[in-house]
């Protein structure tokens, strides 16, 4: 297994609207940990099982440690869809907060006014 | 100088008019008997030198009259009219709650309508209904900074209020409800989401229609029930790493490659 995120990486670009290299990484990550997610479970369980003999779980282990970094979850980063930014994105819109306050003054985002009180 | 003889003329058109379409509405149920000679005798009575362009005046007047008679006196459909009118509403009878539908917008005119048009809705399906409840909004707020690169002092707030409707269904028959529902799904309002709780009602033997039902319901799951469990031939033991190495997996492998 080698050890080249390139595998991870599509023929051709599935990714459509605004696109960033970040974007693609954290997108091929995104799809590598939806992939390998019920190997890595039944590694993990096995490495958990005490009633599974200590020769078995430390293989297990191995061959968790040996999987690729892109299978991991804690790879994934939320980016804004509209301009690639990984800080201040926000969960219900899936933008940057600058991105967020354009789009709402422009009265692209449904409902979303400006506020006083 | 002008406007004095208008007046009466117009005075006089209106003191005609009056006996005229009182006469003209009397002759049409009796058409049928004499319709020609009675007016001819009544303009000779009243002017004989004036008697050619008097009926033209008031044959125009007849018309606007009926078609203002018309307005006044037909009424629109009860269905249209009803429009108009608070909506109406089936009484319900043990006031057991059926259904619940939430009704949610970000304009209070879009979701007034809606659930408007959904009590109107039951009516006509013959279900009973309270509502709608104005249930508390929901207020979302976000405050950022207006640059796109620090200058923290500076910020804007936004918001989003989620105003929401209640309307309950009280003992409606569940087809019924259901056809209300698939009803509103098809006349679904621009800006209103919609989400619905059904409930349904069994009789006092829930225990005995389940135990009854238990072995069709058995039937129906063997084929995924037999998708569980361990082969008896699986030699395969505790050696995961078979597993991991199998036909499957490797399949997913080669996919993602």
């Not at chain 1, 299978?71 to 899936?94: E, L, M, W, Y």
């Not at chain 2, 879009?110 to 249930?135: K, Q």
Request: proline share 7%; with cysteine.
């Amino acid at each position: 297994m080698s050890k080249m995120a390139s595998m991870f990486r599509p023929k051709k670009l599935d990714l459509s609207g605004f696109v960033n290299t970040r974007l693609i990484r954290d997108h091929n990550k995104r799809n590598a940990v939806e992939q390998t997610e019920p190997e890595r479970q039944a590694l993990r369980y096995l490495i958990r099982n005490t009633s599974l003999p200590q020769r078995v779980r430390a293989q297990a282990q191995l061959q968790l440690s040996q999987m690729h970094a892109y299978t991991r979850p804690t790879q994934i980063k939320n980016r804004c869809v509209a301009s690639g930014t990984a800080r201040a994105v926000f969960r219900d819109f899936r933008i940057n907060r600058f991105q967020f306050r354009m789009q709402a003054l422009a009265g692209e985002l449904p409902g979303v006014k400006k506020a006083s009180w | 100088m002008f406007s004095n003889p208008t007046r009466s003329l117009l005075g006089a058109g209106r003191r005609l008019r009056v006996p005229l379409s009182a006469r003209w509405q009397s002759t049409t149920p009796v058409q049928p008997s004499a319709p020609s000679p009675s007016p001819a005798q009544e303009t000779k009575t009243t002017s004989p030198a004036e008697s050619v362009p008097i009926p033209e005046a008031n044959a125009a007047k007849s018309t606007s009259e009926r078609m203002g008679a018309l307005d006044n006196n037909a009424r629109l459909p009860r269905s249209v009219q009803a429009v108009y009118l608070r909506p109406l509403r089936r009484k319900a009878e043990h006031g057991l709650p059926v259904c619940d539908l939430q009704l949610r917008s970000y304009s209070v005119e879009n979701v007034e309508f809606f659930a408007d048009f959904a009590i109107r809705a039951a009516y006509y399906l013959n279900l009973p209904v309270s509502g709608p409840v104005p249930l508390p909004r929901i207020v979302e707020r976000w405050t950022v900074p207006r640059s796109n690169f620090v200058h923290k002092k500076s910020q804007e707030n936004f918001e989003r209020i989620t105003l929401r409707r209640l309307i309950q269904i009280k003992d409606g028959n569940p087809q019924s409800v259901q056809a209300w529902l698939a009803f509103l799904r098809k006349h679904a309002f621009y800006g209103v989401g919609m989400k619905a709780n059904v409930w349904e009602h069994e009789s006092l033997d829930v225990g005995k229609a389940m135990d009854q039902s238990a072995t069709e319901i058995q039937k129906t799951l063997e084929p995924h029930l037999a998708q569980f469990g361990q082969r008896e031939d699986n030699s395969a033991g505790n050696n995961m790493f078979d597993v991991l190495d199998s036909d499957r997996f490797a399949e997913r492998k080669s996919a993602r490659a």
